[in-house]
Nanobody
């Protein structure tokens, strides 16, 4: 399992931007997915975006397509989530996660149950 540390959360007004970062302990294989998930109070955790480290292929939830961008800096073992045009419904605790690529059959489903390593989370609050 990887050790993951998130940073970059905060409070912004609607229409604003934030960039989250997830620093991972060194991984021995690039055949892994790293993803971002979020959970609002009283709601289930939902997938936001993921990236396949080997080829940087991204996957997005429909609710964030065109507004969020996931990217990576391989030498730094860091994955970023650039969030633009934020909306109040984007509010929640954002978690970084990682998993072996062989455990993900349908990456576009962004299923939290596919992921085996989790960070502690960083809070994002968007006010209207």
């Amino acid at each position: 399992q990887l050790h993951l540390v998130e940073s970059g959360g905060g409070s912004v007004q609607a229409g604003g931007s934030l960039r989250l970062a997830c620093a991972a302990s060194a991984y021995t294989s690039a055949r892994i997915f790293m993803g971002w998930f979020r959970q609002a109070p009283g709601k289930e955790r939902e997938g936001v975006a993921s990236i396949y480290i080997l080829d940087s292929k991204p996957f997005y939830a429909n609710s964030v397509k065109g507004r969020f961008t996931i990217s990576q800096d391989r030498p730094k073992n860091t994955v970023y989530l650039q969030m633009n045009d934020l909306k109040p419904e984007d509010t929640g605790m954002y978690y970084c996660a990682a998993t072996d690529g062989r455990l993900v059959w349908r990456p576009y489903d962004l299923r939290s149950s596919d992921y085996t390593s989790w960070g502690q989370g960083t809070q994002v609050t968007v006010s209207s």
